[in-house]
């Protein structure tokens, strides 16, 4: 069989006779081997341009774990996920490496090999740092993962791993694994290295852009302890807030994660004071009408200083909402019950807490009981009736369980202008 003049193959005949194969049989049995070959190269291109398509559309759904993931530890898990999917495999895990005064120590993981997050490759990981340092990728059989296979899954029989070293002092490990004791085709091994180096790039901005958020986010809170810091009597309010607010939702049941983030916008929910005059900051008097608008304009001037990064969008929207009331009767949107975002209703009720229990210059804070009234009052009203409920249970519990003493009592903003 020839196809464009080359040997491809050939078809053997025969007969149960001892019938002579003349020159017609032979002609016949040419034109024949010519379609077989023929069939044969359409075949082949067909399952070269699937497999290209295929490796296509593996690249745009690694690149797209991207631009569709914020966090870091959250494109780990996303590319993991994507690249088992893509290559058929039952496992794969993803380390990002971090080299620490000489010693590569697992910074970050995906879900696949979380137990490695934080060894260093000098305890107990010697099959991973002997790739890191040569640089290339290997493929490990069952009775060779001595070093590794604790932290992977006990049903995997045979992986593939691959080093890629990125800048700042960085490397990871991308690994895919299968059940089976087979090893993995060359494709399978060219793939993953494809895959790999376009998930290295996504990586590698990630960890940039979140070294400038970073960058951004401490310089605003180093504003916010400034303008704390101009007044004896609000200094540390936004530190408080942010405590009082992530306890509030570690009762309500909420994952570390987000009662982290809760955490975050109550730093950061008084951050538009930024652009409010100091002489109205500062005030040792109750505020004017006039003084007091200028005041209410400090969660949108906050949501316009959070909403270029785009990992604090939904901060900025938390900072915007803060003095929004569930009754509808608050600013700067006159937002309504639940249409108000969950971490804002949790700030208000955090916020006027810590701005009651607060003394001024020109008034006492309340004494715990009458804040509890307070806020017992504006349920339903001020505030969420059962983030106010919670709230109250708490600070009943903190009375009972330590009579003798004081709750978190820090100065904070007055009533008037928290």
């Known amino acids: ?44 291109l067909y399952k070269e341009e699937k497999e290209a398509r295929l490796k296509l559309s593996a690249l745009e759904n690694i690149s797209e774990a991207g631009l569709t993931t914020l966090s870091i530890d959250g494109m780990l898990n996303e590319i993991a996920q994507r690249i088992a999917s893509n290559m058929n495999v039952d496992w794969s895990g993803i380390i990002l490496f971090e080299d620490k005064h000489g010693m590569m120590i697992a910074e970050r993981t995906s879900n696949g090999c979380s137990s490695m997050k934080g060894k260093s490759m000098s305890n107990g990981c010697g099959v991973i740092y002997d790739i890191l340092v040569k640089g290339k990728t290997r493929v490990l059989k069952k009775n060779s993962l001595n070093d590794v296979k604790q932290h992977i899954e006990s049903e995997i029989k045979s992986i593939a791993i691959v080093p890629i070293n990125l800048r700042q002092d960085r490397a990871c490990t991308v690994a895919i694994g299968k059940k089976t004791a087979g090893s993995f085709t060359d ?15 996504a990586l590698e901005n990630a960890i940039l852009f979140n070294r400038l958020e970073q960058s951004y986010l401490d310089t605003i809170e180093s504003l916010v302890k400034a303008i704390e810091a101009k007044d004896k009597y609000t200094r540390g ?22 009662a982290e983030r809760i955490y975050t916008a109550g ?21 004017s009408p006039e003084e007091y608008d200028e005041i ?9 200083i959070l909403r270029p990064i785009r ?25 309504h019950g639940h249409d108000i975002f969950f971490e804002a209703r949790v700030l208000a009720v955090a916020d006027a807490y810590q701005a009651m229990i607060s003394s001024r210059p020109y008034r006492k804070g309340l004494p715990i009981e009458q804040a509890i009234l307070e806020i017992r009052k504006g349920a339903g009203g001020q505030f969420d009736p ?25 100065p904070s903003d007055s009533t008037v202008r928290s």
């Open 311 to 335: 990992s604090f969008n939904d901060l900025a929207e938390i900072v915007l909402q803060h003095h929004e009331r569930f009754d509808g009767s608050g600013y700067p949107r006159g937002m």
């Open 187 to 201: 494709k399978e091994i060219q793939l993953l290295e494809l895959l790999s180096s376009r998930a290295a790039f």
């Open 1 to 44: 069989m020839r196809y464009e003049g080359k040997v491809i193959g050939a078809i053997t005949v025969g007969s149960t006779t001892a019938k002579y194969i003349d020159a017609k049989d032979r002609l016949l049995i040419g034109y024949m081997a010519n379609q077989v070959a023929l069939a044969i190269i359409k075949a082949q």
């Open 296 to 304: 209410k304009l400090h969660p949108i001037k906050g949501y316009e």
């Open 386 to 410: 059962e983030i106010a409920k919670i709230f109250i249970g708490m600070l009943k519990q903190e009375q009972k369980s330590s009579r003798s003493s004081k709750p978190k009592n820090i």
């Open 237 to 258: 309010h936004s530190e408080q807030v942010a405590t009082l607010a992530q306890e509030i939702a570690l009762v309500m049941g909420l994952d570390k994660d987000r």
């Open 267 to 287: 730093l950061l929910h008084d951050v538009g004071k930024i652009g409010i005059s100091s002489g109205v900051l500062c005030k040792p008097s109750t505020l």
